[in-house]
């Protein structure tokens, strides 16, 4: 368990850390050679910078940390605690953002990500139920994501594990 809230809060300062922006590969690129200015570099790649300072992502994970290890079906306000219900009350406490109730009408909102380009923060989706969107988690770093299961509760679980590997079905951005 310590471990794991280590490995978050490690997570967070060493993304608020990098003087570079953030690649798909997870590598951090220096600025080209040439003559261009820090500004020019950013505006050529701003999209790749995350707008989240270091106090905002070290909050998100204080939030996330504190649903660790929460049963599944705990109730919450009236209602039960589940995927798309964790996603739902990290993102109300971190940002006020309002996602909907279901995994897959959370797979509608944001900005669509491919897996090479995911960053700490971002919502992540499977299939678990066949073809439709099922099931919904928080990408944390490192191949790793925090999710409700039905048998452990809020756990962490490595995305290049055979199921979710299968069954991964994409990512949305909810943090710019």
């Known amino acids: 368990m310590r471990y794991y809230i280590f490995l978050i809060m490690a997570l967070v300062i060493f993304i608020g850390c990098t003087p570079h922006p953030r690649f798909g590969s997870g590598e951090s690129r220096p600025p080209d050679s040439g003559a261009q200015s820090s ?3 950013y505006e050529k790649n701003k999209k790749d910078y995350l707008s989240a300072t270091t106090d905002d992502l070290i909050e998100l994970g204080r939030i996330i940390q504190s649903y ?3 049963p599944y079906g705990t109730k919450i306000d009236g209602e039960n605690l589940d995927c798309s ?3 739902m009350l990290v993102f ?3 940002n ?7 995994a897959a009408k959370q797979f509608k909102t944001g900005q669509k990500i491919k897996k ?3 960053r700490y923060g971002d919502l992540v989706f499977y299939r678990t139920d066949g073809n439709s969107i099922s099931h919904v988690g928080i990408y944390i770093g490192f191949d790793e994501f925090i999710h409700a299961t039905n048998s452990s ?5 490595k995305m290049n594990e055979d199921y979710w590997r299968k ?9 710019p």
Not at 96 to 102: D, N, S
Not at 153 to 157: H, L, P, T
Not at 167 to 175: D, H, N, P, Q, Y
């Open 92 to 94: 109300d406490k971190f």
């Open 85 to 87: 219900r964790f996603t």
């Open 153 to 157: 509760g809020i756990i962490i679980s």
């Open 68 to 70: 660790l290890g929460r």
């Open 39 to 41: 500004e020019q570099i």
């Open 96 to 102: 006020h953002t309002k996602l909907p109730r279901t």
């Open 116 to 118: 090479n380009d995911l």
């Open 167 to 175: 069954r991964f079905a994409g990512g949305r951005r909810i943090i």
